[in-house]
């Protein structure tokens, strides 16, 4: 279950949600010292006045980034022809359009989680996001060439877990993508104040400049949830390559990156209980097992209903336990 007030307390497969704060860290160097590149001039005379070039452009791309990041959840709330089917699928059904307004209060920051997944994740028309579509300049919102370049670098980021591997409280943490083992150093001076090695985000990591921050909030994970994470990952790739044996992550992301909502959704929010996480990770292995035995029953059946259905069979993973 999830305590909100304190991580230290919270144990056995529990979840908490982070918002995103961005800072920019300075280098601990004198003036007089001598330089990192080991040229062997001073600091001041060497890199000192390339960083402090890269340190201020680094801030000003930061504070375009709030605004961007503003402009583009606007957007998501003004689609609301698409919101109902998106939101369902987030949530997996436990939540209607109608309770959107009440989201922050039924799920700790839900209204921005799922407000942030519809804009990075949630094929519009065409199968482009509403980030695409924003970079590729097809809606009516003012965007200056900084903002779309940023978008440019967004329009592939996805809802993805990560699990952390070191801390610099304060400043920043390193994560590596539990899907494809890749490591990124993460800038922001508020999570990094009470996340600890071990524990997991499901975030949307943004590249912004030279440094990734995170999108909106990210589900913030115990450290327990690492293996019934890993396992609940393997199945679903397992179940996808059964259909495509070269199916990789990226293509799955694309398509059903709202799993790991439905994991996180799992996850029990006040009192612990491995039980539950148990039970739901049998109940998603046999579901998958099931989609797959019917489709070898009948492989030849691959008309656009039968891949909606498929989707539908594969994101409905979760339990709507509270």
Known sequence: MVNW???R???????????????????KIGRNDPCYCGSGKKYKHCHK?????????????????????????????????????????????KYTADQLSNLDELEHHGASRFLTWFAFDYPLDEDQTLVEQLAHGEHEVELDAVELGLLSTWIPIRLRPYVV?????????????????TLYE?????????????????????PVGTRYHIA??????????????????????SAFRHRNPDTIWR?????????????????????????????????TRAELQATNENESHDPDQRSDESLSDERKSASSVSTTTT
């Open 5 to 7: 007030c304190d991580m």
């Open 9 to 27: 307390h919270i144990q056995s497969c529990q979840k908490r949600i982070i918002t995103a704060k961005w800072t920019v860290s300075m280098a």
């Open 49 to 93: 006045p390339i960083d402090e070039a890269t340190q201020a452009e680094q801030r000003k791309l930061r504070q375009v980034q709030d605004g961007l990041m503003s402009k583009i959840i606007e957007q998501a709330q003004g689609q609301s022809h698409q919101i109902p089917a998106a939101l369902a699928r987030y949530w997996n059904g």
């Open 165 to 181: 591997k070191d801390v610099l409280k304060g400043q920043h943490f390193h994560v590596r993508d539990m899907l494809e083992d």
């Open 186 to 206: 993460v800038e922001d001076h508020s999570a990094s104040r009470h996340i600890v090695p071990g524990e997991v985000v499901v975030v949307h990591l943004v």
């Open 216 to 237: 909106g909030a990210a589900a913030h994970l115990t450290d327990d949830t690492y293996e019934p994470l890993s396992e609940f990952a393997d199945m679903h790739l």
């Open 251 to 283: 293509e799955i992301l694309k398509e059903h990156s709202e799993l790991f909502n439905h994991f996180v959704m799992a996850l029990p929010v006040d009192t612990p209980d491995p039980s539950i996480i148990k039970n739901f990770l049998l109940k």
